[in-house]
């Protein structure tokens, strides 16, 4: 059975990877903090689809944290879901510092890391597969938050392009609104945010998984945000940068 590490793996997005991959047959290994909802999320998964799951809490903007995760990556495993993150409370320059640096450290060095222990096995086998799940945030000009998620979308593809390949796959995903935890969690005011641009976690996930068996790098679920993506580069920054403010966070 393959095995596939998740972070972030017990809400929102991160659950939906876990629910899809087992039904997949694979062996799971769940990363977050909490170890209460890491044993009970665990306990439902292996009850209703019969797979193998390990818990591995840890905090991954810790160096502690995330040794422990680098280390079980290294006993090996297929498919890596780099999905744990969060927002902050408040917009640049008023978050505090070391909220900021938190944030940079589980987008960023988390994914880094975490892929670099990843990739000598699956260069070994010569199989594997890696999704860095970023956001449509990435491509607009949105505060730290936006810029940590560009980080993650252009490390993906330069990843892919330096050892990626039809049978080492990495790719960034890339979701517009998703119903989840993530906006409560960081005291986020959804009203602005019009009924028709909420996606559905286990149908960004499905979508996830397609793009990811064609190969593809980058991943924008749903034809909306395919749409708003397209129409985003087209525009000045400045213009694009005023339309999306309009519409949420
Ligand atoms: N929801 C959206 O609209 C949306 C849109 C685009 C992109 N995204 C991205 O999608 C990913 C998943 O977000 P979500 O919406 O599913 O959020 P969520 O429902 O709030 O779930 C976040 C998960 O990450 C874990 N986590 C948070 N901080 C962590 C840390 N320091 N170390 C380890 N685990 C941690 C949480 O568990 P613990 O609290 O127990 O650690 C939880 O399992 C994030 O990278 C987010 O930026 C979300």
Redo the contacts with the bound molecule.
Sequence with gaps: MPTALI????????AAFARRLAADAYSLVL????EL?LAQTADQLKLRYGVNVEVLP????TDE?LARVESRIREGVDLLVN????GNAGHFPHVPVDREVRQLK??CEAVLRLTLAALPGMRERDRGAIVN?A???AFFARGTYSASKAWVVNFSESAANEVGGPRIKIMALC????R????Q?ASMDTSGIPGFLWLK?DDVVREAMRDLALGKRVSIPDLRYKAIVAVGRLVPRGLQTFVSSRIGK
């Design positions: 972070t972030g793996a017990t809400a929102g997005l991160g990363v977050a903090r909490d909802r840890a905090d991954l903007a944290g999905n744990a993150g969060f589980v987008h799940v956001s449509v945030a979701p517009g609104f998703v989840t935890e993530f906006h969690r976690a």
